[in-house]
């Protein structure tokens, strides 16, 4: 059987391209040329931190749960200081930031009602002993 964070990888996947897709190209047709660099930046950014996030599930899946605590806190501590860098770094540059937040919101919003719905489909949910 597979693990189960590929599962909720596959089932993530398809949403979050798609909203990544969809949304900067509308913020490119919008904006153009920044609208369309913030699309792509937001894209990556956020589904380089929901893979993180997964592969620390996979990582961490047999650890004792007090260690698996420590290793998800201070990977949330190094995306938080990670996002201030990146915002203070892009601050300089000429970035349409309406359109960076439309499509990372859009984006973070299709990846987790993938993973939602891959994970009810594992027979997670309200009530589970999973």
Do not use: Q
């Amino acid at each position: 059987m597979k693990h189960y964070s590929r599962i909720l990888l596959n089932g993530a996947a398809r949403p979050a391209a798609i909203t990544a897709l969809l949304g900067t190209a509308l913020t490119t047709y919008i904006n153009g040329v920044k609208g369309f660099i913030a699309g792509v930046i937001a894209s990556t950014l956020v589904v380089a931190f929901f893979l993180v996030h997964l592969l620390l599930a996979k990582a961490t899946a047999t650890m004792d749960p007090r260690a698996t605590y420590a290793i998800v806190m201070a990977s949330y501590f190094l995306k938080v200081l990670v996002m201030v860098v990146f915002l203070v770094v892009i601050g300089n540059f000429d970035l349409d930031r309406h359109s960076f937040a439309a499509v990372a919101l859009g984006v973070t919003l299709g990846w987790l009602a993938g993973e939602v719905r891959a994970y009810l489909k594992l027979g997670g949910g309200y009530g589970s002993s999973r």
